[in-house]
Nanobody, 125 residues
Framework: QVQLVESGGGLVQAGGSLRLSCAASGRTFSMYVMGWFRQAPGKEREFVAAISRSGGNTQYVDSVLGRFTISRDNAKNTVYLQMNSLKPEDTAVYYC??????????????????WGQGTQVTVSS
């Protein structure tokens, strides 16, 4: 069983930056594909970014390409989401997810086995 705890959310102005962290415990972190999802008020949860076990492969939703970067530090059991050039439409609760069975072709899907509680990101204009 993996427990995930997100942190780093907050309130920023448009054009600003935030770095989200997801700390994992309970399993061998390096065996898990990790993902970030977000859900805005009144909208469905959407995929944001994912990273492979070694960190060599990443995927992003088109709307964040060039602005967001997912990374991981397996020695620290932590995955990060660096968010730059933030826009009001990025406002959402951001969730961290983990799954040992994901592959490079399936890590953008929603059916991850483990989820964090979410952290609020609010971008003002």
């Amino acid at each position: 069983q993996v427990q995930l705890v997100e942190s780093g959310g907050g309130l920023v102005q448009a054009g600003g930056s935030l770095r989200l962290s997801c700390a994992a415990s309970g399993r061998t972190f390096s065996m898990y594909v990790m993902g970030w999802f977000r859900q805005a008020p009144g909208k469905e949860r959407e995929f944001v970014a994912a990273i492979s076990r070694s960190g060599g492969n990443t995927q992003y939703v088109d709307s964040v390409l060039g602005r967001f970067t997912i990374s991981r530090d397996n020695a620290k059991n932590t995955v990060y989401l660096q968010m730059n050039s933030l826009k009001p439409e990025d406002t959402a609760v951001y969730y961290c997810a983990a799954d040992r069975l994901k592959t490079s072709t399936t890590m953008t899907t929603y059916n991850y086995n483990y989820w964090g509680q979410g952290t609020q990101v609010t971008v003002s204009s």
